[in-house]
């Protein structure tokens, strides 16, 4: 075991653990966050090989420059660049076409994705939403939310692409609170999606520059096999090559974890409960490397009747693959409650390409390599009304002195990775 304690010691290199790493490292508490994977980045890890910087799936950032993660980057002084997409038009899927995406209210009167009757009923619809308290409605879905005033069948389907801002596109599942409160967000800012130049390595190695200029410490290929209590409060951790001892110990990985590392018997019958039941959604990713480009579009696509969602990587950032080389990310998320194994993907990865050839013709005869990701965990926590911010568990443990928990899993504002940020400033407030 370690002869000094260190203030805080974080279980975890995601975006959650290595953001509060930098933020308390540059206020001068001393660090360690471990991290049993060769690689930082949790499910955002990246590597580069060939002149590729290979990501683990997609990760824009919500709102870009106004967004939560760019919070945890200026605190720390280092901003995010972001890439300019200003003249880039996102698309959305829908019955076989594409139809340009529909920004701002004003857009939706003119779009083809509804009838014009439907328009004017969606567009009502969206005007209460911006005004709505979300408070009263995080434990009700978007579609109980939506028939309170309204029975349009053709708006009811197009509300999957409002539960889709938050990953969730069953509007009878998505909490509507969670769909209100991210929407009144957006719209209030002129970029609704930012993309890092270089992608996730961007963001990973600036936060692992911040650790290590700042004094933090990290430590890879180090796996922890229990978080170490007594008499009420943590002690330390216990990992396959040592034993450190902590003032505060940071569990940031999801919370269905905890209990491989700690005894349920030190938590509340409740947070156990609710924690054994955490739901998080599966999928599927591919990046395709095509022998030169095969569309002009910058802007992505995303599924209004299906989970899809598409990123032209190369067109946004030439950065990410060597000269003559173009990747293209198409992924999809799998039902609920199924897992990410080569047998149930195959459907999915055979629906991806059929959509491929009928908004890219031709392009398929153009891959020269394929690269799957099976994705056993997009989000760990869906947004449905059980997991909405007011029910989720608090970053502060009540049961365990000294134990904090952060990632996606806990009660701090956002969507997906913006929990992980959120909750890392979260953190740092409290500490």
Known sequence: M????????????????????????????????VEASARLGGRA???????????????????AHDGIAARVFNAIGDPI??????????????????????????????TRLLPFTARLDFLRFYARLLKEEPGPWYGRTLLEYYRVRGRNPSVEKFLCFLGFAVMIPDPARVSAGEVIRFLQRAAKVPVKQGEPRGGSKQLIDKLRNCIRTHGGEIRTRER???ILSGGGRVLGVRTDLAE?????VVFAAPLFHLFGLMPESLFQPAFVEYVKGIRSSSGVSIDFVFDGPVTEMTGGILGVDIPLWVKFQSNLDPTIAPPGRHVNTWAMLLEQGTPATPKNAEPV??????????????????????RRLLLP?????????????PRRPAVACPDVEGLYFIGDTVQSEGCSGDIAFSSALQLAELL
């Open 377 to 389: 965990v997009v989000n760990a926590n869906m947004l449905i009304p059980e997991q909405s911010l």
């Open 2 to 33: 370690t002869d000094t304690p260190y203030d805080v010691l974080i279980v975890g290199g995601g975006f959650a653990g290595l953001s509060a790493a930098a933020l308390l490292s540059r206020q001068k508490r001393w660090v360690l966050l």
């Open 224 to 226: 922890v096999r229990e």
């Open 45 to 63: 890890t990246y590597f580069e090989r060939d002149g590729f910087v290979w990501q683990y799936g997609q990760h824009s950032h919500r709102l």
């Open 244 to 248: 450190h001892r902590a003032g505060q």
């Open 81 to 110: 660049d972001f890439l300019d997409t200003r003249g880039g038009t996102a698309y959305l899927y829908l019955n076989g076409a594409l139809y340009p995406r529909p920004e701002g209210a004003g857009a939706f009167l003119f």
């Open 349 to 370: 990865v055979a629906r991806i390409k059929q959509i491929m050839e009928e908004v890219l013709p031709g392009a398929a005869r153009r891959i020269v390599h394929e």
